[in-house]
Each structure stands twice: as structure tokens, then as C-alpha cells.
DNA sequence: CGACACTTTGAAGACGATCAACGCCGGTGG
DNA sequence: CCACCGGCGTTGATCGTCTTCAAAGTGTCG
């Protein structure tokens, strides 16, 4: 299980800082496919996740969901709560598998951010992370096509989880990441024979990308976020222990 | 020229840490097309428009430009710079009309937030609503058809505007429009005539939604933010003075 | 009047969604 | 042990939507 004491969240906080803050917390188990929260309900808690990951999705009244994002262990849930007016839950929150999290009442937040500063900024720091991300999300869906927009996303899959590009594993099902990446299932599964040519192969669950190169061209060409985006640098910082750290004001 | 003490960015603070502040900044005008700054340049100021309207845009190396944003006077540009790990534009920022901007040099930024946190929460609640607004858009561009965000963006822009849905002109081009959402010049100019069976008429730069509920129920089915996202609804707040404050932490 | 930017319209094509059928696998129950 | 089922993924055919290319219309401003 994951080790809180690490987070981003709690950089730069002494250990004592941290204890203090994690007694707020107690851990609960969601089996898969519970819900953890629904869309509209107040919010209540805020959430670091332990084990597992979660989905955050919406419906409209067809039915049809739409996944907005696939949390994993060290990420959180509901943290841009804290200075939203919108008091009500934007999205379902469900366990995809068997889910472990740390589950802080609300008020834990903006407690906690109002007595220790630091906090206040890591927090804000990943708020702000979060809008960069989503701006770029938008950027994607609008300029790139279903195969790009695939590639992209195992790409990044590789440096979120660390996984090597020369060979890793889903972390969850196909369909779930077609409805994360806001296409169809049958349109997913042509994709991939496609990208088979460019050098992308995914058999079962296990995906090769043998030519990260390759792919980064094809991606990138349309990513224009430029400097930061492509996996073989981000991959490079990691290993230099150059994670961000929150700017100090 | 827009009053900038009557900003959110100022709200709660009083006349004298106003006058403070406003004294770190500069007029400067920038005629129309002119660059207020390039994609990956370092990000140098930030911004208040004081007048005009001005594009984010970025441009991919076939040379195709993607509309981030068109921000009008009482907006402000790189704010997010502040928080962000990213210290180089993510997008040029060009003037669409005449433009007159209130320049402060980054460290103003930095330093204002840190002498005055309500400054400070000011700003981050400011980079917070920018995050929703960008994982809602993110959504919308997923998930709703061209007709749909067309209907949405001219709904969002009686609110942002002040235009009576009733009868109001477009703030800038058709082409500006259609680029801002992603979508083709000729996709547009035909998407307009199919939302003259949806009760909403456009004719040169004139606008007439004439159902706006018609037009509400149409966009909305897919638009899943539910309770805020009408435009009656947010007419209606505006009307009530109850627009949002930034939270206290 | 002519140049030019902006917009509209038409026709063809590409792409992704949808519907339908099928294969694969793991689990359940007879 | 086998038959059946349900969840998941693939594949094929078709359809609607948006893009692309091309041409022509509208307006403004010198």
C-alpha cells in the first residue's frame, strides 16, 4: 500500500506536521465497482487514494458515461473543492478495482490549509497542475485524431506509472480507457491495429512501443505544448529526481 | 476603459492596497495584430485588459492555429504562471482589436501574493474557476456536436458580455469564433443555419436566440455541469448581484 | 472601381459512431 | 466434465458528421 508520508502534498512538511494532518484521515476499503461519491451530492470528504484506482465519470440522461479521469494511488479526489463556489460534487466517483483510500473530512482541508501554509501552497500548486492538464485534455480532443490521441495517451500512461515503454501492461480495461479518451470501444480497438505500423503493438493487455521516437513524432506533432510534452523528457526528469516542486510565493 | 479597481482579482481589498498595487503596473496599447507575447518565450508580465479583445492561440507546425481563449477587458493573462513549474508561454497572445493592457512584471505578481493573501486567495481562486471552466470545456469538446457548442458558446457569451439574449452582436469574427471551438470556418457558418430550427438566428454579426429555453434544453442534454450551466439561471445570478466570491480558506 | 478580408455555399472525402455478429475467456451450475 | 452464460474485445458494414478543396458572394476602405 502506498506511503502517504511521500506525497507531493506533504513536501517540504516536517514528520511531525505530516502525523498531525494524517490523524484526520481514516482508511476505507471500496470493493470493486462500489461508488465512492455521486455526481451532485454535496461533498463531504476529500480523498487521497491508497490502493486501486478510481473513476470519475458523467452521464447524461441517454445513458451514455463519460469518463473524465482514471485516478491511481497517490492521487486525490476533490481537492479543487476547497476554493470552488460549487459545493456539489461534479462528477461519480467509482472503484474500478478493489479500492483503498484515505478519506478526510472536508473541513480537515480547509483546516489544514489555513494552519500550515506550505500545505496550503502544495495544495494549490496541484489545483493548478490539474488546470494545466485539463487545458491541455481540451487542447487534445479538439486538434488530434483517434490514433494520436491513443498514442498520447500510453505514452504518458508509461510516465505516470513508470512503466517501460519497451513493455508494460494495462492498468485496467480497454474499454475504460476508450471511454476515458472520449471515443468508442470498436473505434479503440481499430485504432490499435493502426498504430501497429507506426511501431505501437498491443496484444491482450500488453502494449510495446518499440519505437518511442517514432510515436513521439507522430504524437507530438499536433502536441504543441512543445518543450514539456514528450515522454522520453519527462521520463529523463523523473529518473533525475526533478519532480515539480510548488513554487514558493 | 474598464475601472480596475472594481475587479475580482482586487475584491475585499481596501482603496489604499489597491492604489499599491496599481501603481506596480503600466499602460500599453497594442494595435490590432500586433503579438503581446510568442509561445515558449519566457513568461515575462502579467496582464489586465483594460480594453479589446485578445487570442491565445498556438499553431502546430503545418502551420494551423488552435484558439485557446479570447479574453476580454477585466480578464488577465499568465496568472496561472505564478504557481506553475512552467515558467515559458504556453501559447501566443496576439491583439484581436485595439488593445490596451495593464502590464506588472511577474515578480509583482509573486510579491503582491505574498505581502497580501487576500491578493493571494484572489488569484488562486481565479486560477481554480479557470481550471473547472477548462474541464468543462474539455468535456464539452468531447462530447457535444458541433451545433451544441455553437449553441453553448453564444449562450456563455450573453453572460460574459452582458448581451441580452434577445438581440446582441458577436464581440469578434466568425472566423475567430469557429477557430475558438475547434471547429472549421465553413463547419460553422453551416452550423448556424441549422440552429435556425432551434430558434436561434444569426445574420452578419447579429444575434437573436429567441427560444432560450429551446436552446438551453438543446444544449444542456449533453451538458452534464447541470446545475450552474444555464444561462437563464446565470443571467439571473448576475441580476442578484450574487456573483462568485472568492472562498475564504 | 478594385483590392482584400471575411463569409457562404457546394461537392467530395475522411473519420468516427453505431449496429450487428462473432470469438474468447472465466465462472457457475448441473 | 461439460454446457451455458456474461463480460470483454474484435471485426465488418453502414451512416452521419466534420473537414477539405474550390468557387463565388458580401462588405469595407483606399
Known amino acids: ?30 470493493p470493486r465497482g462500489e461508488m465512492l461519491f455521486f455526481h451532485g451530492e454535496p461533498v463531504t470528504h476529500f480523498y487521497m487514494i491508497l490502493e486501486g484506482n478510481v473513476q470519475l465519470f458523467r452521464e447524461n440522461q441517454d445513458g451514455d458515461e463519460k469518463t473524465i479521469h482514471v485516478l491511481k494511488a497517490g492521487q486525490t479526489l476533490c481537492e479543487s473543492e476547497i476554493l470552488d463556489a460549487c459545493r456539489n460534487h461534479r462528477a461519480h466517483g467509482k472503484a474500478v478495482s478493489d479500492v483503498k483510500v484515505m478519506e478526510f473530512p472536508l473541513q ?34 479538439a486538434t488530434m485524431s483517434a490514433p494520436q490521441l491513443v498514442a498520447c495517451f500510453l505514452q504518458r500512461l508509461c510516465v505516470l506509472y513508470d512503466f517501460d515503454p519497451k513493455g508494460f501492461d ?54 504543441s505544448i512543445s518543450e514539456e510534452c514528450t515522454t522520453h523528457q519527462m521520463l529523463e526528469k523523473k529518473a533525475h529526481g526533478r519532480t515539480k516542486r510548488p513554487t514558493t510565493l
Open 1 to 30: 500500500m502506498l506511503e502517504t508520508r511521500t506525497l507531493q502534498l506533504f513536501s517540504g512538511l516536517t514528520e511531525q506536521e505530516k502525523d498531525g494532518l494524517l490523524k484526520g484521515g481514516r482508511v476505507r476499503s471500496f
Open 108 to 141: 480537515w482541508l480547509k483546516q489544514s490549509s489555513r494552519e500550515c501554509s506550505t500545505f496550503a501552497l502544495n495544495l494549490l500548486s496541484l489545483i493548478a497542475a490539474q488546470a494545466h492538464m485539463a487545458e491541455v485534455e481540451a487542447e487534445h480532443q
Open 170 to 223: 494495462l492498468p485496467y480495461s480497454k474499454t475504460l480507457i476508450a471511454s476515458r479518451l472520449g471515443m468508442e470501444l470498436e473505434t479503440f480497438s481499430r485504432t490499435l491495429a493502426k498504430l501497429k505500423e507506426h511501431g505501437l503493438t498491443v496484444e491482450g493487455t500488453h502494449v510495446k512501443i518499440s519505437d518511442l521516437a517514432r510515436i513521439e513524432h507522430y504524437v507530438c506533432g499536433m502536441c
